[in-house]
Each structure stands twice: as structure tokens, then as C-alpha cells.
């Protein structure tokens, strides 16, 4: 069975920073393409970045350039690293992963950041 768990969220005020951990079972990161989303209070789940089973890396207009979506293959982790956090970027964050006929999703982890 995947699994998928998040960690690292946290409260933290403007211009801080936060990694966010997503801790992968029964499947290889390095094998596979993962994304991290996340979802503020009522408002819709967002896309924030994606990394390819070949290491190609792709991230939303509000992040990029403050977030870096990476992965640890020896511990079977895919990371966020978020700095210079706005109160714009507070949500719920997942992570998730794929195959051709299943989307796997994680609990999520709460980020919110303070002005």
C-alpha cells in the first residue's frame, strides 16, 4: 500500500522559511513524478510544484522563485523548501504521486504564516 506522509508545516511570520517533508512507502521516489498542492480555507486545492521521475522541476507563478521542490532518493523523501513566506501562501499543503490509473495523496500539513 502507498503512503504518503507530510511533515514540517508549522506557524512561522512573514519572510520565514519551512521545509516540508512528504515521507513515500512501497514506492520509489526516483521512479516516480510527485507534486505538492495545497488548499487555503475556502478556496480550492492549488498545484505549487512538481518533480519528474527524471528530476525536471516545475512550480506555480506565486512560488516560484521562493520555493524548491527536491527529493532524497536514499530516504525515499520528497521535500519543499519554502522561503520568504507570505500570509498569502497559509493552507493545508499535500503531497502527491501517481500512476497511470491512481492519484496517491498524503494527510497534509498545515503551513501558516502571520503578517
Known amino acids: 500500500q502507498v503512503q504518503l506522509v507530510e511533515s514540517g508545516g508549522g506557524f512561522v511570520r512573514a519572510g520565514g522559511s519551512l521545509r516540508l517533508s512528504c515521507e513515500v512507502s512501497?514506492?520509489?521516489?526516483?521512479?516516480?513524478?510527485f507534486g505538492w498542492y495545497r488548499q487555503a480555507p475556502g478556496k480550492q486545492r492549488e498545484w505549487v510544484a512538481t518533480?519528474?521521475?527524471?528530476?525536471?522541476?516545475a512550480y506555480g507563478d506565486s512560488v516560484r522563485g521562493r520555493f524548491t521542490i527536491s527529493r532524497d532518493n536514499a530516504k525515499n523523501t520528497v521535500y519543499l523548501q519554502m522561503n520568504n513566506l507570505k500570509p498569502e501562501d497559509t493552507g493545508v499543503y499535500y503531497c502527491?504521486?501517481?500512476?497511470?490509473?491512481?492519484?496517491?495523496w498524503g494527510q497534509g500539513t498545515q503551513v501558516t504564516v502571520s503578517s
Open positions: 502527491r504521486t501517481w500512476s497511470t490509473v491512481v492519484n496517491y
Open positions: 512501497e514506492l520509489e521516489v526516483s521512479r516516480n513524478g
Open positions: 518533480i519528474t521521475d527524471g528530476g525536471s522541476k
